[in-house]
């Protein structure tokens, strides 16, 4: 952020705008499965909710544990397509509308064009409808397709926005056009880190001093006191006082690097035996490879993959080092709850980690796809502890004054009331 914008923030405090007058905001997404981009947004849209915006958000695919979290808030939320089944493999999920009808190499089947051209009609006629003021569309497909659809129904202000590196487009490279023309049709480009916005200028030719960056937010309110769970977690978990507790929080998808994880906890343990990893996240699929890759390593007994966790702080609570070990990244929620719960992180140096882990002691980042390197981290962490509890203390109060869901929240408020 620049000198200028945030003169311009700390001119219009949030309980102004918060008295604004009531606008309509749509915001479209693909699915509402758990997952980080999703969350972002039902805080956001939660959020606008309580400081009186009308709000909606249209998913192309019906379905999604998010939904109900809307619906309890009291936000309206519609769908292109009914999905009779609503798992991560479904054919009928909009991650895989995304890959089979738009952006794969060998032609689409009817099929799917037929189910992507019913939610893409879906949209149109639902904002036409509505009229909302502003249009604001997340992740590659929907970008697109919000800002079709935002220009058709004359919305003043189009908003699409970068999550991540622009690695889908080397995957499909249909969607680099899709991307362009949606740059082309918004108002504001959005990005959440600078590392995103700067890989969207090279990879697009778009000007990135059009690209607003504004960082997740995060509900820090669920870290609270997060200490003085350390011990019923650990005593739960089985770890004994002198166990190293090592956590990595995210979906078992391949780029998220579990596998060099485990080859370089494997590493760690030849000179530390009472290091102890936990793997939480919904298996995507690789769940029994990583399984049996430990075992083969001879840490089978080391390892445990604990599936989806409802409560992330109070796993991270008797914890004593976090991991993200992704291959690219936008900007990293997981990373974000880790520092949040005061614990000192072993990051990979892609996308916006080097920026979330800015200033933060006792936090080392490594090469990706390099097993050794983070190995050498994560002894690098161990070596130091126990740490001063200064530290984690100093983690904590960095990402309050970083980044809540209030400051989030205000960035949005003052676009989407700007005139454009």
Known sequence: MTDTERRQCAAVPSTALARGPRRKVLFVIGTLDLGG??????LLATELKKRGWNVEVFALSQGGVLAETLHRAGVRVS???HRPNPSPESPTTAKTATKSSVAAKTRPSMKAMLVLGAAVTSLVVRTALTRPRVVHAFLPLTNFLGALAGRFALAPLVITSRRGLGYHQERWPRLKRMDRIANRLSHVVVANSHAVASDMAARDGYDIGRVRVIANGLDLSRFDHVGHRRGDTRRHLGLDADDVGIVIVANLIPYKGHGDLIEAFALASKSRPKLRLFVAGQDRGIGPVLSEQAERLGIGSKVRLLGTQNDVPGLLAGMDIGVIASHEEGFCNALMEKLAAGLPVVATNVGGNPEAVSGMPGCVLVASRDPADLARGLLAVIDRLPEPATDREFRQR???????????VDAYERLYLEDK
């Open 37 to 42: 981009t999703e969350s972002q947004l039902v």
């Open 79 to 81: 769908y292109g397509f």
């Open 398 to 408: 960095t990402m309050r004054e970083r980044y809540s869901v209030g400051s989030m």
